[in-house]
């Protein structure tokens, strides 16, 4: 199983808000402490508003999975896999492993990620590549950080990307 990301585009639009109303990824992301679903006219607001982030398709074997994003200015990242048949087969961590990369590729030495303290399977993926809890993120939600500078990477693993670039999986990434 091939995991690789792509920069999102307008048209995988329909699919990040299908991904955003199944129940177990809903009850995880920021819009759901204000209790109301995403409408389309509110997803198409964050897209054409959104700055200072990137995001990442995530795609196994050609096809998208899910996603990941990456603030810029705040050093944070996110991931959700948005295919449920997928959850636990190691997608994530593979997926999560690639956006780490990028984030080093762009300098950044200590970043961070905001997880609910019930969504376990979160916590599993991220402590499993180093994160470690640095109290609150924000309201109810953890901090894990994950500090750059002591992490070991090959530097084979470790180039410039461009904008539009693909992001395969290296084979020893992290």
Do not use: C, Q
Not at 39 to 53: A, D, G, I, K, Q
């Amino acid at each position: 199983m091939e995991v690789s990301l792509r920069k999102v585009k307008s048209s995988d639009l329909e699919l990040l808000l299908a991904w955003a109303h199944v129940k177990m990824i809903w009850e995880y992301l920021p819009t759901s402490r204000e209790g109301e679903y995403l409408t389309w006219e509110n997803h198409y607001e964050w897209w054409v508003s959104r700055e200072n982030r990137e995001d990442w398709m995530i795609m196994v074997d050609g096809r998208s999975v899910g996603t990941i994003i990456i603030h810029l200015k705040s050093s944070e990242i996110g991931i959700y896999i948005g295919e449920v048949t997928l959850w636990g087969k190691r997608v994530g961590s593979k997926a999560l492993k690639l956006g780490i990369l990028r984030m080093m590729a762009l300098g950044f030495e200590m970043i961070w990620a905001a997880i609910h303290p019930e969504n376990i399977a979160s916590v599993k993926l991220f402590t499993g590549l180093g994160f470690k809890k640095a109290g609150k993120a924000r309201g109810d939600v953890d901090r894990y950080e994950l500090d750059l500078r002591t992490t070991v990477r090959p530097k084979s693993s470790i180039r410039a990307f461009k904008v539009g670039d693909r992001l395969g999986s290296p084979a020893s990434a992290l």
